[in-house]
């Protein structure tokens, strides 16, 4: 059963229109209408709210600002888990971001809502702000560590010396813009109380997370909060912390004794959730004639802000990359008056490898060496930093099965020498890593007396087939058919995993319900020497158990797992692109893409090579056309809507293929199976950015690469 590419199993619920997302639910019966007003300043203070002709408006049942809003816990850095730690609202007078929400008004309707928001009046204090990143970068500081627990840096012989020694190096800086995850179904909660309960139909990626958070911040205990996570439409990175529509829910309704919905509008995901931040990256190779690196470096300055730390890991992506002695990578911190960053569609990997792998195809043009081979030159047989050995890395066989594919041998050797009337044609390539994590996870199998199977974890499904991959997991390992294993995701009353993020979900809870379904076999058959008898499980629990019975699985997390200390675990890809460029117009089209990842055992190769390819589009996405812009005179994002800032649609994406190598790795988990969601995003833009160098000869290193930027440097017609 694992292996098989079957449909997912809530496809029809979806296409149909009969998932219920968050907002959707009627689980409390009618409910309120509640909308966020949002601060119309970056930093100040609030001198005078006036909300007389907002209570007064038709349907308004509560309008609900700092000036009475209920007691909550403090925020605290001191909460190891970040996405567990308090988040609360409505505190105090000052602003800290544009769009912060400074009131909420609950209304009979949505409608009724919004207009009465409208009625808000807020005075201001204002202060100056600090919006550009690079205006302040002087202000940078070393942060405690990165996110994930890496150090914030890391230094290995001596950088500058190898850059001063060696006949052919790069020193170039790229700048990625803020990004934004923009999930089709945007933050929302349905929140309720009965007696001292909270019941919460929410829209979030962690359960638990989210479950401790909210006990945290209105200052209840954990077991009286109920959390429903059913169906999540996208998260992306942006649905793995507690937002304010969630805590604002629950306080209204708490307050109103009466069920109340929040959501986001679609401008406010641009205010309110947070974006993965803008960055400047300098990237030094250092490197003998031939190609062998002696030095690698890379320094990151990230947009932060005041009131939280949160510091992507995008400087790792070389500690495990390239064969080097003398090493450098450090991240640093510039605080600004925006809102906080948070992980975005391969946090860290994403942005760190566009600018990465830009610049290691900078360093092949400057060796005149084919950049695969380059690649090739420097893969280390241990891992550079660690010294460990890989659990299992192909990413040379990535490339060359690539290479084959794609049919890079026709590349351009030669930058702007290939054309077709007006159209310049260019190739592309990049190599793709991405650090494999394991949270502790817990799930329950039952077998009932008739042979049902049922699946339990509080894993959340965010759109990737988890539904699907758990059932085939069970069903595979009982030997049972798949229509008989039903799976139960994403309430808090089920066992606790580690949540659907960081590429880590299909690969935590299959193992942890594949150990379940081990336990379950022992109880039932005994050892496993003795699994071969003729005795059928289905039969033997009818026979033995006539109440059911369950097996439990636990799966540690990293940091209590010998493999993860002994062993670098990482999943490996390589992107292939081809674009034309119109000289005239400077328009970049994409006209083909391959990805070829490694990334363990496959569950389901249909979800998967949709993952990837997804993944593959967000990074054509990061070279081309995302970007969210900052006014420096008022800190508010003046793309904050869907219709300027742009993603990739489907007259951008021309016929993309994934390949997914056989494999196994046995070093990181029972399955051998690793995640895939990140794994398409990361690298695949800088495959694209170097494909319109190709086309081009014109390096930009200020990222998207849109026309205004190419049109100078481009031939005369």
């Known amino acids: 059963m694992i292996g098989q590419a079957l449909d ?48 007064r408006a038709p349907g308004v049942a509560l309008v609900m600002t700092h000036q009475d809003v209920a007691p909550q816990g403090a925020r605290d850095g001191t909460v190891a888990e970040q996405f567990a730690r308090p988040w609360p609202v409505l505190i105090g007078d000052e602003v800290a971001f544009f769009g912060q929400p400074v009131a909420l008004v609950v209304a009979d309707t949505f409608e009724q809502a919004r207009a009465a928001a409208a009625l808000v009046v ?162 030094r190779l250092a490197a003998r004639r031939d190609g062998t690196l002696l030095g690698i470096g890379h320094d990151v300055n990230m947009q932060g802000a005041r009131r939280e730390e949160y510091v992507e890991q995008a400087a790792t992506v070389l500690r495990s990359l390239y064969a080097a002695p003398h090493r450098l990578t450090r991240h640093r911190v510039t605080n600004l008056d925006l809102n906080l960053g948070e992980a975005v569609r391969g946090p860290g990997e994403a942005p760190g ?39 299992g890395r192909r990413l040379v066989e990535c490339m060359r099965e690539g290479a084959s594919r794609f049919g890079w041998a026709a590349r351009p050797r030669r930058p702007a020498s290939r054309r077709e009337g007006d159209v310049l044609v260019g190739f592309g390539m990049s190599a793709s890593i991405r650090a494999c994590f394991q949270g502790a996870t817990a799930a329950i199998v039952r077998m009932e007396p008739d042979g049902r199977v049922i699946v339990k974890s509080d894993m959340t499904d965010i759109g990737t087939g988890t539904l699907t991959i758990l059932a085939q997991v069970a069903a595979g390992a009982l030997n049972v058919p798949i229509a008989g294993v039903s799976v139960q995701l994403a309430r808090s009353d089920l066992p606790v995993s580690a949540g659907s993020g960081g590429s880590w979900g299909a690969s935590n809870t299959c193992n942890a319900v594949y150990r379940a379904c081990d336990d379950l076999r022992r109880k039932v058959m005994g050892p496993a020497s003795l699994w071969g008898r003729e005795a059928d499980l289905a039969s033997e629990v009818a026979r033995r158990f006539p109440d059911g019975v369950e097996g439990e699985g636990i799966l540690p997390g990293m940091q209590d797992d010998p493999n993860y200390k002994e062993y670098s675990v990482n999943t490996y890809g390589a992107n292939f692109a081809e674009v034309g460029v119109d000289v005239t117009t400077g328009e970049v089209r994409l006209r083909r893409m391959l990805g070829v990842f490694c990334a363990g055992r496959i569950v389901n ?34 793309n904050g809507d869907l219709a300027e800032y742009l993603v990739p649609v489907h007259a951008d994406i021309p016929a993309i293929d994934a390949i997914m190598l056989d494999d196994f790795d046995d070093k990181a988990n029972p399955l051998g199976i690793k995640g895939v969601g990140e794994l398409g995003i990361c690298g695949s833009g800088a495959a694209v950015a170097n494909a319109v160098f190709n086309a081009t000869g014109i390096r930009v290193r200020d990222f998207p690469i849109t026309i205004e930027k190419l049109l100078p440097g481009l031939p005369v017609r």
């Open 353 to 391: 490898l566009l600018a990465v792998e830009s610049a290691m195809d900078e360093l092949a043009i400057a060796l005149d060496l084919d950049p695969i081979e380059l690649r090739i030159r420097n893969e280390p047989d241990l891992d550079p930093e660690r010294r460990v050995s890989f659990s």
């Open 122 to 283: 807020v005075t201001y204090a204002t202060d100056a702000g600090a919006f550009d990143l690079a205006a302040h970068r002087g202000e940078a500081y070393t942060p405690k560590m990165a996110a994930a627990g890496f150090p914030a840096d890391t230094c290995f012989g001596d950088l500058d010396r190898a850059m001063a020694d060696t006949p052919v190096n790069v020193d170039v800086t790229y700048t990625t813009p803020h990004h934004f995850a923009q999930p089709m179904e945007p933050a929302a909660c349905l929140a309720s109380w009965n007696g001292d309960d909270l019941a919460v139909c929410v829209s979030v990626q962690g359960i638990a997370a989210c479950r401790n958070a909210l006990a945290r911040t209105l200052l209840i205990a954990p077991e009286r909060v109920h959390v429903d996570a059913a169906f999540v439409g996208g998260g992306f990175g942006s649905k793995l912390r507690l937002h304010e529509e969630t805590v604002l829910a629950a306080l209204a309704s708490r307050r109103l004794q009466r069920p109340v919905k929040v959501a986001h509008t679609r401008r406010q995901v641009f205010n309110i959730a947070g974006h993965g931040p803008e960055m400047i990256h300098r990237v």
């Open 8 to 55: 997912r199993r809530d496809g029809t619920f979806k296409v149909t229109g009969r998932a219920a997302y968050s907002y959707e639910r009627q689980d409390a019966g009618q409910a309120a209408h509640g909308y966020m007003v949002g601060a119309a300043v970056a930093k100040g203070r609030i001198v005078a709210i006036d909300v007389a002709m907002a209570r």
């Open 605 to 638: 190769p249909k979800t998967a090579r949709s993952q990837v390819i997804g993944g593959m589009i967000w990074g054509v996405g990061a070279a081309l056309h995302e970007a969210a812009h900052v006014d420096p005179r008022y800190g508010n994002f003046v």
